[in-house]
Structure formats: C-alpha cells, structure tokens
Nanobody, 123 residues
Framework: QVQLVESGGRLVQAGDSLRLSCAAS????????MGWFRQAPGKEREFVAR????????YYADSVKGRFTISRDNAKNTVYLQMNSLKPEDTAVYYCAASLIYGGNRTYEYEYWGQGTQVTVSS
C-alpha cells in the first residue's frame, strides 16, 4: 500500500508561484505512476498532470500546460507540482494520486489518494 500526504498549499496572489509536494510512504514508490488532480468548489475532480514511474514522461491538462511542472524524486519518495503564473481559476484542493497499473488522466485509474492541500489564488 501507499500513503500519500500533500503539502505546500496556501493563499497566493495571481501571478505568484507555488510548489506542492506529495510525500509517499512505502518502499515501492518508484513503481507507481503519479498524478495531480484538483477539485474546485461545486466542480468535479479534474486531471492536472501526471508522471511516469521513471520520471521520463509527463503529461498535462491544457489549462496548466506551460505553467505547471510535475517532477518526482524517487530517492525521497516525493512528487512535486511547480505552479507558476497562478490564476484565480487555479483555486482548488489539489490531490496527488498513485497508480500501479494505468496512471492516466482519469480518477478511477488511480488506486491511492492523499487528503489534499488547499490552493487559493486571489485576483
């Protein structure tokens, strides 16, 4: 099993940068594809970014492409989401998720989830 704990969310202003971290427990972290999702009030949880177990491949939602960067450090069992040029519409609870099999863009493809960290971007 994998336990995930997100951190780094806070209130920022539009245009600011923020880095989220997701710390994973377990010795098999490097076998999992990792994803970041977000959920704004009244909306469904949506895909943000994902990274292959090796870190060799990444994929982004169109809404964050060019502004967000996902990365991982398997030695530290941690995945990151660097968020630049933040916009008010980026306001949401951000979740990291782990997938041993699929690791795609859909929530059902991920077996493990963190509790989320709140990011609020003021205009």
């Amino acid at each position: 099993q994998v336990q995930l704990v997100e951190s780094g969310g806070r209130l920022v202003q539009a245009g600011d940068s923020l880095r989220l971290s997701c710390a994973a427990s377990g010795r098999t972290f490097s076998r999992y594809a990792m994803g970041w999702f977000r959920q704004a009030p009244g909306k469904e949880r949506e895909f943000v970014a994902r990274i292959k177990w090796s870190g060799s491949s990444t994929y982004y939602a169109d809404s964050v492409k060019g502004r967000f960067t996902i990365s991982r450090d398997n030695a530290k069992n941690t995945v990151y989401l660097q968020m630049n040029s933040l916009k008010p519409e980026d306001t949401a609870v951000y979740y990291c998720a782990a997938s041993l099999i699929y690791g795609g863009n859909r929530t059902y493809e991920y077996e493990y989830w963190g509790q989320g960290t709140q990011v609020t971007v003021s205009s």
